[in-house]
DNA sequence: ACTCTATCGCGAGACGAG
DNA sequence: TCTCGTCC
DNA sequence: ACCTCGCGATAGAG
């Protein structure tokens, strides 16, 4: 969905939902859900041969992209070495409802790519790498190959039928999994009970383990689920238009005014 | 002066050696 | 603790 | 028929 600040509006408005974690052993034995198709755009666009000049990915004698296995690979070892068992969650087909958003992605990937044209010809290294960057894709193959590597390891791949991350909040909720290890707030829309921020970030980037509990949010919010749902759908989302001028902040007040979004859309 | 929203540009790994 | 180079 | 997202800065509206 996309709700833009909302971890941000979180931590003001419901600070006690969200708890600090030490570090990864906090999770050890403990099932994680993860978004694959995150994690690979990553590794395409950071695993390159070196930073300064070239923007190659590693590749195989026969030129084939390996920066994604090298990446998944490192840091699955990493998180096995302290007892987490991930669970990787691979994208399905984009729902129907997003293919306005993806469509205006395309352009500016379209964008990025005569950028990138130009910037070779002009010789401008730095242009070339981020404008790489900005047109790095995750294909088919990088997918398939990532599968195998994580089965011939004996961790387990989930297919979603769509959206990654509705499929790893469907596994926390249905108590497959302790959390959804996601930078993702939509998660917690789709109903992830608990969510899991920098579990992978904390160590190389000395960032903080937060740990976001749904159920305390809704507490401290004081609306139920289905509330939760609609102020997500009012503050601005992937799915829809949004309503110009309601934020989270307008969002919420207008929920606890009326109670319900119908009821809110009829009062508009 | 202040709050909230909309838009745009940018960034995204992990490890060991020194 | 930080920067830098390597990973294929 | 090629599928990820968040953040901060900044400008603008109310």
Redesign the pocket.
């Given at each position: 969905m996309?709700?833009?600040?909302?971890?941000?509006f979180l931590q003001d408005a419901a600070p006690k939902a969200i708890r600090e974690i030490d570090s990864q052993q906090a999770y050890t034995g403990r099932l994680m859900a993860i978004?694959a198709?995150?994690c690979l755009?990553?590794?395409m666009?950071?695993?390159?041969?070196?930073?300064?000049g070239s923007y190659?990915?590693?590749?195989?004698?026969e030129g084939q992209e390996?920066?994604h296995?090298?990446?998944m690979l490192?840091?699955t070892?990493?998180l096995m070495e302290n007892g987490i068992k991930p669970v990787y969650v691979?994208?399905?087909?984009?729902p129907e409802l997003?293919l306005g958003?993806?469509a205006a992605?395309?352009q500016k990937?379209e964008q990025a790519e005569a950028n990138l044209q130009a910037a070779v010809e002009a010789g401008n290294a730095e242009e070339v790498l981020?404008s790489t960057?900005?047109t790095?894709?995750?294909?088919?193959e990088h997918?398939e190959q990532t599968k195998t590597l994580l089965g011939l390891m004996g961790v387990p791949v989930v297919d979603a039928p769509s959206?990654?991350?509705a499929t790893c909040a469907a596994l926390c909720r249905d108590g497959k999994v302790y959390a959804a290890a996601t930078?993702?707030?939509?998660c917690l829309t789709f109903g992830t009970k608990v969510l899991v921020?920098n579990l992978?970030?904390a160590?190389?980037?000395?960032k903080q383990i937060l740990e976001v509990s749904l159920e305390r949010a809704l507490e401290q919010l004081n609306i139920s689920m289905d509330q939760f749902i609609d102020f997500c759908i009012l503050?601005?989302c992937?799915y829809c238009d949004?309503?110009?001028?309601?934020?989270?902040?307008?969002?919420i007040k207008l929920l606890m005014q009326h109670g319900t979004i119908e009821k809110v859309i009829e009062e508009l």
């Open positions: 996309g709700i833009k600040g909302l971890m941000k978004d198709s995150m755009y990553q590794f666009i950071m695993i390159r041969e070196n930073r300064s190659q990915n590693l590749t195989n004698a390996t920066s296995i090298v990446g490192s840091r070892i990493r691979f994208d399905g087909k984009p997003k958003e993806l992605r395309r990937r981020k960057k900005m790095t894709r995750v294909t088919k997918n959206e990654a991350e930078e993702d707030a939509d921020r992978m970030a160590e190389s980037q000395k503050s601005g992937d949004t309503l110009k001028g309601v934020g989270p902040s307008t969002a």
